[in-house]
């Protein structure tokens, strides 16, 4: 490459992109950073990162170009439309794209990134905002193995891990199912709590148990705290959930793949939104049970304390 591999673009810093490109800042690594939203970009100068007013002049001469942003629908704009994401990258550079999209919008980007003679890194990641900060996050990747190589050093600030999958889409199908899991657990959740609540078991004494017993994974884990207090503020919306269902049913239905519940999963989630639950956290699928079931919040007594023999 005739540019730097060290210099680094940001592009979307928004609840995930900005604690990652935070990262990369913090270990030693300038970032030149693009967001729509002057609040966001704002942000991104407290902590460090170069502002930039236009996506142009953000990934000039910019050996790796990351991505964080919402949908098929951004990524298209960004990429391929208005934005032209790919025509400003310089020729033998990497994008590296690290949101969940369909395989399709993501082989379109591909094509494209391939005609402009740019690498491109499909890399999905699984965590929360509080794993971005920490560094832990997981990534996967599929596309140029050589590339991976080249990129992991920025890619070791924010991850703790990157498993490449393929040379093709194969990290989209990976976050899907991954995404998929995490919808379920959910929806288990939700029931298992209900559950216990109707046995008259208290809703604190539950919550310890499940996170003690063997079902209490890293994400069930994450989530106790808040539902022991009833805070479904979100890191990742039931809306947001709802979408990645839907290109998870999708994906299944191109692949010839029954997935019974993930469909199950949406339509918790349609009824979480059509009752104003959409910008509550995913584990709120909890209030869509619980009506189902006829209770209401728990009240103090149904909190309680519990004791160990």
Not at 64 to 92: N, Y
Not at 145 to 169: I, N
Not at 255 to 271: C, H
């Amino acid at each position: 490459m005739s540019h730097s591999n060290a210099n680094v673009a940001w592009v979307g810093l928004g609840k995930l992109g900005l604690p990652m490109a935070t990262r990369i800042i913090q270990a030693g690594t300038a970032v030149q950073g693009f967001d729509l939203s002057a609040q966001r970009l704002a942000l991104a100068e407290d902590i460090g990162i170069i502002p930039h007013q236009s996506l142009a002049s953000a990934v000039a001469d910019c050996g790796l170009v990351f991505v964080s942003i919402p949908d098929d629908r951004a990524l298209i704009s960004l990429c391929l439309d208005s934005g032209e994401l790919i025509r400003h990258m310089t020729p033998g550079s990497i994008l590296i794209e690290t949101s969940t999209v369909s395989v399709e919008a993501s082989a379109r980007v591909a094509k494209a990134a391939q005609d402009h003679g740019i690498a491109y890194l499909r890399s999905p990641v699984s965590g929360n905002p509080v794993a971005a900060e920490a560094g832990t996050l997981s990534a996967m990747v599929s596309g140029p193995r050589d590339a991976l190589e080249t990129a992991k050093p920025v890619f070791d600030a924010f991850t703790k891990a990157q498993y490449w999958l393929g040379d093709e889409e194969q990290a989209r199908v990976a976050k899907l199912a991954i995404n998929l899991m995490i919808a379920v657990s959910a929806g288990m959740m939700s029931e298992a709590l209900t559950l216990a609540r109707k046995g008259n078991i208290e809703w604190d004494a539950m919550l310890e148990l499940i996170s003690d017993s063997a079902v209490g994974s890293p994400m069930v884990k994450y989530k106790v705290p808040p539902l022991s207090q009833r805070d479904f503020t979100s890191t990742f919306s039931s809306a947001q959930m709802a979408k990645d269902l839907d290109l998870i049913l999708d994906c299944a239905h191109g692949s010839g793949v029954s997935t019974p519940l993930a469909a199950q999963m949406r339509e918790a989630y349609t009824a979480l939104i059509a009752t104003g639950h959409g910008d509550d956290d995913y584990i709120a699928t909890v209030h869509h049970t619980e009506r189902l079931s006829g209770l209401g919040e728990p009240t103090p007594s149904e909190h309680g304390g519990q004791s160990h023999a």
